[in-house]
């Protein structure tokens, strides 16, 4: 457990060091991310995870589903996640975060 727990914290200083040097990202990009970790780390799971979009517009303060899937976009676009949406209303979307190393090359945990 402590093992998942130091790759999950090392995983979020990637993300943050990243986070500094990206201008295209903005306040509610974050805060997406933000409610990503949070919700990936409740499960110490470095693989797929999965949330729910009012789970994560609440915790990130988004009030637009349009908002939402715009910065959603962006950040699988931006190579930040992997998405899959879940089309059922009542099963969550799966998620996985993207770890990108200095050669280019993806690295995904």
């Known amino acids: 457990m402590a093992n998942k727990k130091e790759l999950s914290k090392n995983l979020f200083e990637h993300f943050s060091k990243r986070l500094l040097e990206d201008k295209r990202l903005l306040q509610s ?5 933000s409610a990503l970790f949070y919700y990936q780390d409740k499960k110490h799971s470095l ?4 949330g729910s979009r009012s789970k994560l517009m ?3 303060h988004i ?3 349009a908002t939402y899937h715009k910065r959603l976009s962006d950040l699988v676009r ?3 996640l992997e998405y899959t949406p ?3 209303p009542t099963k969550a979307s799966t998620f996985r975060f993207v770890i990108i190393d200095k050669t280019d090359t993806d690295v995904k945990d």
Do not use: K, M, P, V
Request: glycine share 10%; proline share 0%.
């Open 29 to 33: 990009h974050i805060a997406l991310l």
């Open 47 to 50: 693989g797929f995870f999965q």
């Open 58 to 60: 609440r915790h990130s």
């Open 63 to 65: 009030r637009s589903t």
């Open 78 to 80: 931006y190579g930040y």
């Open 86 to 88: 879940s089309w059922h």
